[in-house]
Structure formats: C-alpha cells, structure tokens
C-alpha cells in the first residue's frame, strides 16, 4: 500500500497558476505509474495526467494539455502538478494516485483547487 499527501491547492483568479504536490511513502517501488486526477461538485472523477516513476513519460487529457504539466522527483517520491492558465472549469477536488496491480489502486484525501467565473 502507498500513502498519498496532496498539497497546494487553493483559490486562484481565472489565467493564473498553482502548483500541486503529492508525497508518496510506503510500497512506492511497487507503482509503475503516478497520476492526478479531478472531481468537480456533481460530476465523475475524471483523468488529468500521469507520469512514469522510471522514465518521466507522460501523459495528459486533451482539456489540460500545454497548460498543465506533470513531474516527478524521485528522491522525494513526490509527484507535481504545475497549473497554468487556469479557468474556471479547473474548479476540482484534485486527487493524486498511484498504479498498481492494473488499477489505479491508492489514493490521497484530495486537494481543492477553486478558480472564480
């Protein structure tokens, strides 16, 4: 099992930026992949990005790429999200989490991050 912190979130004006932060311990030799994903009030949790612990490749959904980007430090074993141009419709629980067994398997507490229309 991984234990995943999420951290960063808050309240920014539309075009803005944030930077989120998600810290991994326990089995985290055992995740191939890392990855964030978003809840907005009433919707289903959607895919936004994921990373390769080995390699770095990644991966984005259409509605956040060139303006979100995903990295990783594997000295820390923290994942980030670098948000930019935000837009209102970022408006989101944004929830870090990790692959294993194939299925997105661990999950953090979640992070709210609100962009104003």
């Known amino acids: 099992q991984v234990q995943l912190v999420e951290s960063g979130g808050g309240l920014v004006q539309t075009g803005g930026s944030l930077r989120l932060s998600c810290a991994a311990s326990?089995?985290?030799?055992?995740?191939?992949?890392m990855g964030w994903f978003r809840q907005a009030p009433e919707k289903e949790r959607e895919f936004v990005a994921q990373?390769?612990?080995?390699?770095?490749?990644?991966y984005y959904a259409d509605s956040v790429k060139g303006r979100f980007t995903i990295s990783r430090d594997n000295a820390k074993n923290t994942v980030y999200l670098q948000m930019n141009s935000l837009k209102p419709e970022d408006t989101a629980v944004y929830y870090c989490?990790?692959?294993?067994?194939?299925?997105?398997?661990?999950w953090g507490q979640g992070t709210q991050v609100t962009v104003p229309s």
């Open positions: 990373i390769t612990w080995t390699n770095g490749n990644t």
């Open positions: 989490t990790a692959y294993s067994g194939g299925l997105w398997s661990d």
């Open positions: 326990g089995r985290t030799f055992s995740n191939s992949l």
